[in-house]
């Protein structure tokens, strides 16, 4: 059991959440894949719970208004120390705010953004709440990776925002670069064309760890999700990707260095 760093990077992947219809059915879907327990809070941000694994959080889910139809998908939050810098960075940089920056209590300060090519991202600056706090376990999140049409211009901006450096891999019908900080890999840029979802969009995607691919894979359609790629052989490791109830796409893995 790792526990992940107090304090991210700046740049780096920290916290995952989930905006739902059913806060209640959506906790028994996630309760049952991954065995999260769930704690209320904070209150600023409405109907919102933080899933629990052996008592660490690792992440979060939080209720729609009833009036409000967004798509449900999961959100990755990169680390800043400087939540209003940061915004007016992504502005500057062809980017768009759509929500605060706002105060989350005393846990931190986040802003939810997209890209120039659409994709939604969070920012946190913590406070009292860093972020993920255990990581590699299964049912924790360890990978974001943003999917887009194609890497060079989108990795442009983030380069410009956080100060990323790119590490591409060199191949003719693959585009792909992986995202460093201070030496690290620590979240990608895969560009696949005309593959892309045309109901989706550029996305970031949140991989969480499992300890047997097929088998979550199986219990996600128990549960009522849906599997829309099947568990197949990666370099990261045995992935598939899948859908919760109200459609919200995630990839379970079992990493290949577990």
């Not at 327990?37 to 919102?48: D, I, N, S, T, V």
């Not at 007016?88 to 890209?115: H, K, N, Q, W, Y």
């Not at 999917?147 to 003719?172: C, I, M, N, W």
Request: charged residues 20%; negative net charge.
């Amino acid at each position: 059991m790792t526990e992940a760093a107090a304090r991210r990077t700046p740049g780096a992947p920290c916290w995952v959440s989930l905006i739902v219809h059913g806060l209640t059915a959506t906790q028994e879907f996630y309760g049952n894949l991954f065995g999260w327990e769930f704690r209320p809070g904070p209150e600023e941000l409405g109907p919102y719970v933080r899933a629990l694994l052996h008592g660490k959080e690792v992440a979060g889910i939080g209720q729609l208004p009833p009036d409000r139809h967004l798509p449900i998908a999961w959100t990755t939050y990169l680390a800043t120390e400087d939540a209003d810098l940061t915004a007016e960075v992504i502005r500057a940089c062809g980017g768009t705010v759509a929500v605060g920056p706002i105060v989350a209590g005393s846990a931190g300060r986040l802003a939810i953004a997209s890209d120039p090519s659409g994709a939604v991202f969070g920012i946190w600056q913590a406070a009292a709440h860093v972020g993920t706090a255990l990581a590699g376990e299964p049912g924790t999140p360890v990978w974001n990776e943003l999917v887009t049409r194609e890497t060079s211009s989108v990795a442009k901006f983030y380069q410009a925002v956080f100060g990323f450096e790119l590490e591409a891999v060199v191949s003719a019908d693959f585009d792909y670069q992986t995202l460093h900080l201070e030496g690290r890999p620590v979240a990608a840029l895969h560009g696949v064309g005309h593959a892309l979802p045309r109901d989706r969009g550029p996305h970031w995607m949140t991989y969480f760890e499992v300890s047997d691919t097929d088998d979550a894979a199986a219990r996600v359609v128990e549960l009522g999700g849906h599997v829309l790629q099947p568990p197949r052989e990666g370099s990261s490791g045995r992935l598939a990707t899948v859908a919760d109830p109200e459609g919200a796409v995630f990839t379970i893995v079992r990493s290949a260095d577990r």
